[in-house]
């Protein structure tokens, strides 16, 4: 017990370092799988074969590896940023993969007839998919992204590794002052569970508001 | 491209015209992107050939493969161990004693909730072992849980009457589980099972976070070489497709399964050997 009260502040810090990464590198893969996802529906090849490989090859990456690539390679080509901002990236453009998969199977799981009677109706594109498709495909998709999100939450602990300050990394300095490891890591997991239960009960939420039974 | 989506209707003329340009412009837009990247490589040398000299050596070629070899170590391991503890935790599950299913269910939940790298870290910080096992007994732990959820759910699929047509021949609840429940669960669940272990495959490389001189690490010690000009980007261009390769290989294992799965029995056409000319019936004197 007195390693989480002497060591609040630190504690804090971990937590609060590793939702910043995850609420930065959820939104960078939210923004970027919708993307990815509208590149894979279009009726352009060359698009859909882009989104094809960037789904392929970042979903066969182990994330250490793009961790380290990014971390450590970036810079050779004189980008230099924050650390928090490569995690950033690095999880960010590993979750797309996941979530543009999550999309579009989204999508697909809209019936064919839904589009076919919008456009017979004389809607525009922007019409069928604005109004007719996409709230659909919404509420089939709260409960994989929110799946995928609580990954990113845990994945994020790599990134301590990679001199990011997050919750994990905490057990180093408090290892170093003498405190028992088991009990740090003890609130290291506790502190984990509150992220990834948060976002669970969010999820929830949303389910709840938006979701509907098919 | 599949006839119709649900977005579009079969284009017309006009549209495919259309189509075709957006596909140009998204075509030179990609290449030029392309581009860019080959650029940015040449411009910083990493194509110069003290970069890439290192390749050439042996004993830099063993350092690779010995890492290559251990991370398939690791990654045999876990395997074996998770399919046994996600086994024996399912078994758990299922079981008709109360204590043993609430006790399988914690484990399972609090395994599943927790990164897989705070447990690698905990089993090699906190009980001070060998990296090696820290890192499979992480994947174990974390691997084992999911697929015993997947065993689990793999044994509700199947249709019910099997299980009470097995009762009603007077099986025992092992026999149904074993000889009947099981083995169609696990088929169903094949592409699932062979997914996680893609999942399991590329947490081996967590083993570079705990010193563990696997695949990534042989490449760290490659890359900080200062004699070779530091081939940083050398050595990712060598270990990341050889890492995709073998986690792609196994990711289309799954899809071949899942491919088979779909495939019934009932529509499959039965093969008929072609007729040809029959074998010679012992003492036929009519051919040769």
């Known amino acids: 017990m007195d390693v989480l009260t002497q060591n609040f502040s630190l504690y804090g810090r971990g937590l609060l370092g590793t939702v910043e990464l995850t609420v930065y590198a959820s939104l960078l893969a939210l923004a970027l799988g919708v993307l990815m996802a509208a590149f894979r529906v279009a009726p352009v090849a060359s698009l859909r074969a882009f989104g094809t490989a960037w789904v392929t090859v970042l979903r066969n990456t182990p994330l250490t590896l793009l961790f380290f690539a990014v971390m450590l390679g970036l810079p050779r080509f004189g980008l230099i940023l924050p650390f928090t901002a490569f995690a950033v990236l690095a999880l960010g453009c590993y979750t797309s993969a996941f979530i543009c998969e999550v999309v579009r199977s989204g999508i697909n799981t809209v019936p064919v007839g839904q589009g076919e009677a919008a456009r017979s109706l004389g809607m525009t594109f922007e019409q069928t998919l604005g109004a007719v498709v996409l709230p659909q495909a919404f509420r089939a998709v709260i409960p994989p992204v929110g799946s995928t999100l609580i990954a990113l939450a845990k994945n994020s602990a790599i990134a301590g590794s990679f001199s990011v300050t997050e919750l994990l990394g905490t057990y180093k300095p408090l290892n170093e002052m003498g405190y028992s490891i088991v009990w740090s890591f003890v609130w290291i997991a506790v502190g984990y569970l509150l992220v990834t239960l948060t976002i669970s009960a969010i999820f929830t939420v949303l389910e709840k508001r938006w979701g509907v039974p098919r | ?288």
């Open chain 2, 1 to 288: 491209m599949t006839a119709t989506t649900v977005l579009y209707d079969v284009p017309g003329p006009r549209t495919v015209r259309r189509h075709r340009l957006y596909g140009l412009i998204a075509t030179l837009v990609l290449l030029a992107v392309l581009a860019w990247v080959i650029y940015l490589l040449v411009d910083t040398d990493q194509f110069a050939y003290r970069k890439w000299m290192p390749f050439e050596y042996k004993g830099i070629q063993t350092l690779l493969l010995r890492g290559l070899a251990n991370t398939l170590k690791a990654f045999g391991l876990a395997a074996v161990f998770s399919l046994a503890l996600g086994g024996v935790l399912a078994a758990g599950r299922l079981s008709d004693h109360r204590p043993v299913r609430w006790l399988a269910t914690l484990v399972v939940e609090f395994f599943r909730a927790m990164p897989v790298l705070v447990m690698i870290f905990f089993v090699f910080v906190a009980l001070k072992v060998q990296p090696l096992p820290a890192l499979v007994t992480g994947l174990t732990l974390y691997n084992g849980s999911v697929l015993a959820e997947v065993f689990r759910a793999g044994v509700a699929s199947v249709d019910r009457g099997q299980r009470e047509a097995a009762y009603s021949l007077g099986l025992r609840k092992t026999q149904v589980m074993t000889y009947v429940l099981v083995p169609q669960g696990v088929r169903a669940m094949l592409p699932a099972i062979i997914s996680q272990l893609v999942v399991a495959l590329k947490d081996t490389s967590l083993g570079f976070l705990i010193t563990y001189e696997e695949f990534l690490h042989a490449g760290k010690l490659i890359a900080s070489n200062l004699d070779y000009d530091l081939p940083f980007i050398p050595v990712v261009m060598v270990i990341s497709p050889v890492y995709i390769g073998m986690c792609m290989l196994l990711s289309w294992c799954a899809n071949w399964a899942a491919k088979r799965q779909r495939r019934s029995v009932k529509t499959e056409k039965v093969r008929v050997a072609p007729p040809g000319p029959a074998a010679p019936m012992p003492g036929d004197t009519r051919g040769s």
